[in-house]
DNA sequence: TGCGATTTAATCGTATGCGATCTATATAGG
DNA sequence: CCTATATAGATCGCATACGATTAAATCGCA
């Protein structure tokens, strides 16, 4: 917990005159914005993940899979900063849909690897994220917003240390584009 | 936080010479940056929250009653983005703990009435939502970037048609009821 | 006035997230 | 070689989100 820097602008903690019941508005959170936006591109996604049987999680486990295969759970789970608790269930399901593939690695049975099949494949070239950056509405903003974001939850979990998740350090490689 | 603001790469630009799966990386959806930033700031309120056996959602719900009390469930709901399946419990689990209180409207019984204790007050000044504020690591963009953001959120919503909540531009129209 | 349509919460079932714990496997030391 | 420790997933329990449905109250309108 560092030095707050020089200017620690709104959200809940300017020392000003005014009360702090008045200080302390929803719309004064930057956490509150991340929640509801999560809400909504979630709601955005739904119709069109629907049509193909896929919940926005398995979605982007499916996305990450496409970049990177063969990856052991803990590997999966540090990209998408998710635990192995919560994507078992969800690498399970996506199997028996025939999606991907989960085997032990003989050369470490402790460990699952990950790896996407043709029909994964073929399932995530079916999905037409246009529509939902189109409802974004941010046009040329986007690239912006999103690195503006993407900077937000690195600190964040620096900050937290990771608590939860170890992946710190290496695994950003910065998003280059 | 003016930086490259060339085009937008985002992520499903359609036209390109990459195939498909270059282009589909996690590090280019902006929907990821922000379901991930969620998950961060749910870790970074985690231990605050936790000393005050408070979860996130019951935080926000706080929140929101403490700039508007005795709200009706779906007021509240608009509030948050949230229908009453969810907030229900939540509130009946504030209720119990004596932070809010619930009461039918006696004008119209279908409509509960939630209002926030002077406990529940207390518990809301308690909060160092200054540290978490210090860990996002924005410094004077951070109003900037919530203001990008919620407008991200609102903009889904309206292009989502308000699907689960009609919560658009004028609620007054709602609350005037 | 009477009754179906509408509205508001609440209930139910499913799918995450995540802390705590368990199991199986691998590694280190003696 | 054999056990103590560490590691990777998986399991369990709790708390959201949310679609679908239900129950109760109110409204609309003949």
């Known amino acids: 917990m560092s030095v707050s820097k020089a200017k620690a602008p709104d959200l809940t903690a300017p020392s000003s005159t005014v009360p702090a019941d008045e200080r302390r508005q929803l719309s004064n959170f930057l956490c509150f914005a991340v929640y509801s936006a999560n809400l909504a591109f979630g709601r955005a996604y739904k119709p069109i993940l629907d049509k193909l049987g896929l919940t926005y999680t398995q979605y982007i486990a499916l996305v990450a899979l496409s970049e990177g295969d063969d990856l052991t759970v803990g590997a999966l789970g540090e990209k998408l900063f998710l635990e192995s608790n919560t994507l078992t269930p969800?690498?399970?399901k996506l199997e028996t849909t025939g999606y991907l593939q989960r085997r032990r690695d003989p050369a470490d049975e402790r460990q699952v690897r990950v790896s996407l099949l043709p029909a994964g494949r073929k399932l995530l070239d079916k999905i037409p994220a246009a529509s939902v950056v189109d409802a974004t509405g941010l046009g040329e903003d986007f690239p912006e917003v999103q690195k503006s974001v993407t900077k937000l939850r690195d600190n964040l979990l620096r900050a937290?240390?990771?608590?939860?998740?170890?992946?710190?350090a290496d695994d950003d490689r910065k998003s280059g584009t």
Chains 1, 2 share one sequence.
């Open 160 to 168: 937290t240390q990771g608590r939860s998740g170890r992946a710190s």
């Open 90 to 92: 969800i690498l399970k």
